[in-house]
């Protein structure tokens, strides 16, 4: 089956960029969808179709995706982001496809 | 506004039965399909079955597979899971979430946390 993997954490000051990553064989080919998760809450979805974001979601968040490697871009980070990342697929083949990142927890220093 | 209202749940034993429910409103149920994603305690999440918008075709897992049924009733635009011979690894908060476009999931349930345990 199709692997997903994220670093488990991601730390920076409030203010500067965060970067996590999803690394996957071929991801580009496939479209990535980004979801925060903050303690005690359900998901949402902050960057869909490797760059699209839903209504409500701060320009800050963005997202690209190329060869092996998607990666979730957060600019200026607040206190606010601190949540678990998770990155996912739908990949191309079986009949269950849809593929979760392990997730990354991502810290305010 | 589209809302996604989770019941069902609870302490079950070790090869017991539980069914969840999964009340939509806010969109054209019948266009949309609709999955359950679970997160077992400390873990991330895993997507357990999925059921189209149309011809009500269901996808699960290789962990749920032939002991969890996906279905759903338009008349009340509910979506279910029941899961049956369950295991202490089934332990998770479940979600119910309505796809987007197939790809993804755009609105989540509140969650409802399973536990099974003697």
């Known amino acids: 089956s199709y692997v997903l993997t994220q670093p488990p954490s991601v730390a920076v000051a409030p203010g500067q960029t965060a970067r996590i990553t999803c690394v996957g064989n071929?991801?580009?080919?496939?479209?990535v969808h980004w979801y925060q998760q903050k303690p005690g809450q359900a998901p949402v979805l902050v960057v869909y179709?490797?760059?699209a974001r839903p209504s409500g979601i701060p320009e800050r968040f963005s997202g690209s995706n190329s060869e092996n490697t998607a990666t979730l871009t957060i600019a200026r980070v607040e206190a606010g982001d601190e949540a678990d990342y998770y990155c996912q697929v739908r990949e191309n083949t079986g009949d269950h496809s849809w593929v979760f990142g392990g997730g990354t927890k991502l810290t305010a220093l | 506004e589209v809302q996604l209202l989770q019941s069902g749940g609870g302490l079950v034993q070790p090869g017991g039965s539980l069914r969840l429910s999964c009340l939509t409103s806010g969109f054209t149920f019948t266009v949309y399909g609709m999955g359950w994603v679970r997160q077992a305690p400390g873990k991330g999440l895993e997507c357990v079955s999925v059921i189209s918008s149309n011809v009500d075709i269901a996808s699960y897992a290789d962990s749920v597979k032939g002991r969890f049924t996906i279905s759903r009733d338009k008349s009340k635009n509910t979506v279910f899971l029941q899961m049956d011979s369950l295991r202490p690894e089934d332990t998770a908060i479940y979600y119910c979430?309505?796809?987007?476009?197939?790809?993804?999931?755009?609105?989540w349930g509140q969650g409802t946390l399973v536990t099974v345990s003697s």
């Open positions: 179709e490797d760059s």
């Open positions: 979430a309505k796809l987007k476009n197939v790809k993804s999931f755009d609105y």
């Open positions: 071929n991801i580009g080919d496939k479209d």
